[in-house]
């Protein structure tokens, strides 16, 4: 898999949109401003493939970014966003769970939180459905720049505890900024393919 061959392929919203072929796919959850985009962009060396939010809650639709023709990283839109209506969060939240149940296939799922904060019940919620869903997923954990080192492990063990993480699934602590974490990610997404 080339790397250096990806490329923004469509935006979805339902599934008839959803790319008609049988590459396999990686997807990215998680709230809004957590660093999904942000996320895509380091494991694929790029700056600016994957937009960069200016304002959280911007990237509604579904992206599908096409590797080598290989993989797609696919961006989900970021749960939990507060300052938008009920109407459209119930919107986003049922076009990320129809892409979750409908995608034949999903190969891994990577879960998105912030380092800093405890997960919310969105976040809750959300590894509570994938683990009963037969999905594989990882945890990322985002922002390892704005922690001091000294704190990373007691902050890794509260997201695991409150999110209840099993042995099965991986949590890694990432930042886009010093690139930390990427490898390990990338091996692991490498190894699936
Ligand atoms: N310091 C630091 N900032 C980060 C990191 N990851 C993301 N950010 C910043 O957090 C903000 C949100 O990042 P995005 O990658 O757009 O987040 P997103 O999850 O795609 O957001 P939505 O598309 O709105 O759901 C941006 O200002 C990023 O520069 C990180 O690891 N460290
Ligand atoms: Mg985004």
């Known amino acids: 898999m080339n790397i250096n061959n990806a490329r923004f392929e469509k ?3 339902k599934p008839e949109q959803y790319p008609d072929n049988d590459i396999p796919e990686v997807t ?16 694929l060396n790029r700056k600016s493939l994957a937009r960069i939010a200016s304002k959280p809650g ?7 970014y096409n590797i080598d023709d290989v993989l797609y990283f696919v961006d989900l839109p970021g749960y939990g966003y507060a300052k938008v209506s009920k109407d459209i969060k119930s919107a986003w939240g049922e076009s990320i769970e129809t892409y979750l149940n409908e995608s034949k296939k999903l190969k891994l799922v990577v ?3 912030d380092i800093r904060h405890s997960p919310s019940e969105d976040d809750q919620m ?4 994938l683990t009963s869903s037969s999905l594989p997923f990882i945890v990322v954990a985002t922002k390892k720049d704005k ?3 000294s704190k990373v492990k007691e902050r890794l063990s509260d997201i695991s505890n409150t999110l209840e993480l099993g042995s099965g699934n991986m949590l890694i602590p ?3 900024e ?16």
């Open 147 to 149: 922690i001091p080192r």
């Open 111 to 113: 879960m998105l939180v």
């Open 58 to 64: 911007k990237t509604r639709e579904i992206n599908f």
């Open 178 to 193: 010093t690139k930390d974490g990427r490898e390990e990610i990338m091996n692991y997404i490498a190894s699936l393919v």
């Open 28 to 43: 990215f959850v998680g709230r809004s401003n957590v660093g999904k985009s942000s996320l895509i962009n380091a494991l």
């Open 11 to 13: 935006g979805a919203v």
């Open 174 to 176: 990432f930042s886009s």
């Open 126 to 129: 959300m590894s509570k459905w």
